[in-house]
């Protein structure tokens, strides 16, 4: 029997999650994911949501403008007024949901500032377990809807066209290779951390989205505009590919930046807004500060601020910080930036419609351009459901359900053992080298000289394993981040050429 769905998503974080909230109860969904439903980038989200709430027209407008400054006004203006007009109306969904956004003694929301923002916009809940509070009252909703089907720990392959239009999808559920079709696939696959040696994301975060669309011949383009967030923790005693993210929230409580020789540098890169200048110039400024003084962290000082104050309002990181014998409120935490966010990504309209027939896009994965060439913080969990609703509503209006799909014979391929992992580490170790927070066209030449080799050669020999199809998504992503940055021979946002 034929597996037919009137929607498919890909994914299972905020962006998938909203999107089938939001999808009429008349159509039949699936929502797969690669790992367990409850586990996604989004869970581990921070810092908040940025919303603006009341009805003042220039706080309103602020935030269009501060979304368009971070971006270096590459961002397209008309999506950004979708997201912000949009935001608050998300929020107040969330709520309906049974989310509980954080408030004060006064019942006013406690909204707080972060890099870019000109004012308090930031909801948060659970001080810093917004996206885990978030992510948990959507699926506990989802679960009792009997329109939805969840397939956990299954990897989408590839999307299956009959001439030019996505009449499915190929997945992988274990050893079990086969396809499940649907007029309308969603691409909600997240970040691409996992392509250089050092993220904040969740090491499954390996560009599939990228990949499959890739592979569906869907334009994608920013990629050149990967977010390096300045304070992950770098852990001297426990070193590991996933760093543990400090929020920015903690900047804009007042947190400080120090070199290893006790110097606020900010104040020489940015003497206006300081510790809270937009996400590209703080991780620069890290940067430079790093090479000229020969070493590869500086500190976050929180030594003037209260630390009960901070176990409150920060309780995660507090927590984490003390498994590693630190203390927020009396010691040092040494930083250093690393790959955080993809701005680009797969091209949609506001409607999340990629360049392929029914094919579509949404959340980090997608490039509405909201971002420009650098991300406002916190308006990620923004755009995932800004443009998660504006896809459910255009579907829900159109009411073309999934019928007549004819089924196709798939490929026969083949399936060996073979170890990725050097190759995976290949092309984290040039991503890093050279495709990182500064860039130069020998180094971008060089890496995509290596990277078209080992995407070659996987593509000559393909194998049906989820391994073959993480490190064959890597390679396309590294490869496209690449090309674009040796395309874009100016530096703009947090893409910075010196030659
Ligand atoms: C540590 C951290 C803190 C952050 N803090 C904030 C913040 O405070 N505010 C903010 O706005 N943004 C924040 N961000 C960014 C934000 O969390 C992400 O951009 C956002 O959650 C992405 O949501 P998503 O739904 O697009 O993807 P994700 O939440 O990453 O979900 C992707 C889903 O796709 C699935 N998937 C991937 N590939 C496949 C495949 N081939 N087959 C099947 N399933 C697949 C995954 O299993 C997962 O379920 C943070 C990010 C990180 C890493």
């Known amino acids: 029997m034929i597996k037919t769905y009137d929607c498919i998503i890909v994914g299972s974080g905020l962006a998938g999650l909203f999107t089938a909230l939001n999808l009429s109860e008349k159509l039949n969904v699936l929502i797969i994911s690669k790992t367990e439903i409850t586990f996604s980038n989004s869970t581990l989200a921070q810092g908040g949501i940025a919303c603006e709430y009341n009805d003042n027209t220039t706080l309103h407008e602020s935030h269009i403008k501060d979304t368009l400054k971070a971006g270096s006004y590459l961002n397209n203006e008309t999506a950004v007024r979708f997201l912000v007009d949009n935001a608050f109306e998300s929020v107040k969904k969330l709520i309906s949901f049974g989310v509980s956004f954080d408030i004060g003694a006064d019942s006013k929301f406690l909204v707080t500032k972060e890099g870019g923002h000109s004012h308090s916009r930031i909801f948060h809940s659970g001080g810093d377990a917004t996206g885990r509070n978030v992510t948990e009252a959507l699926i506990a909703y989802l679960y009792q809807k009997s329109n939805i089907t969840f397939l956990s720990n299954t990897m989408a392959i590839d999307v299956i066209k009959d001439n030019d239009e996505a009449i499915g999808i190929t997945v992988l559920e274990d050893q079990n290779y086969y396809p499940i079709y649907s007029k309308h696939i969603v691409l909600a696959t997240g970040g691409i951390g996992s392509v250089y040696g050092s993220t904040t994301n969740d090491l499954n ?36 590919r996933q760093r543990f993210l400090i929020t920015e929230a903690l900047r804009g409580e007042g947190a400080y930046l120090l070199n290893i020789e006790n110097e606020r540098f900010m104040k020489k890169y940015s003497p206006d807004l300081m510790e809270l200048a937009p996400r590209d110039i703080v991780s620069q400024s890290i940067f430079k500060e790093m090479y000229d003084t020969w070493t590869d ?62 094919l579509y896009a949404v959340g980090e994965t997608a490039n509405t351009n909201v971002h420009g060439a650098n991300r406002l913080a916190s308006n ?67 890496t995509l000289k290596v990277l078209e080799d080992i995407y070659k050669n996987l593509i000559k020999y393909p194998n049906l394993t989820k391994t073959y199809y993480e490190t064959l998504n890597l390679a396309t992503t590294a490869l496209l981040i690449t090309k674009q940055a040796l395309d874009r021979k100016d530096s703009l946002g947090c893409h910075l050429r010196i030659k």
């Open 205 to 240: 975060a390996t560009g599939d989205g990228i990949g499959i669309a890739y592979r569906a011949n869907a334009l994608i383009d920013h990629m050149e505009f990967i977010q390096f967030h300045p304070t992950a923790y770098y852990s001297l005693k426990n070193p590991s």
């Open 297 to 358: 962290h500086v500190y976050l000082d929180t030594r003037h601020l209260d630390p009960k104050y901070l176990e409150k309002r920060f309780p995660t990181i507090f927590k984490h910080l003390k498994e590693e014998r630190l203390i927020l409120g009396i010691d040092l935490i040494p930083v250093a930036p690393c790959e955080h966010f993809l701005c680009g990504g797969i091209n949609t309209d506001i409607h999340a419609k990629t360049s392929v027939k029914n």
């Open 380 to 446: 990620s969990l923004l755009e995932c459901l800004v443009f998660a609703k504006s896809f459910a509503d255009s579907i829900n209006n159109s009411s073309i359900k999934s019928t007549n799909i004819e089924s196709i014979e798939l490929e026969e391929l083949p399936r060996y053992n073979y170890n990725y992992k050097p190759i995976r580490k290949k092309i984290g170790d040039y991503m890093d080298e050279h495709v990182s927070i500064v860039r130069n066209t020998e180094g971008l030449s060089l």
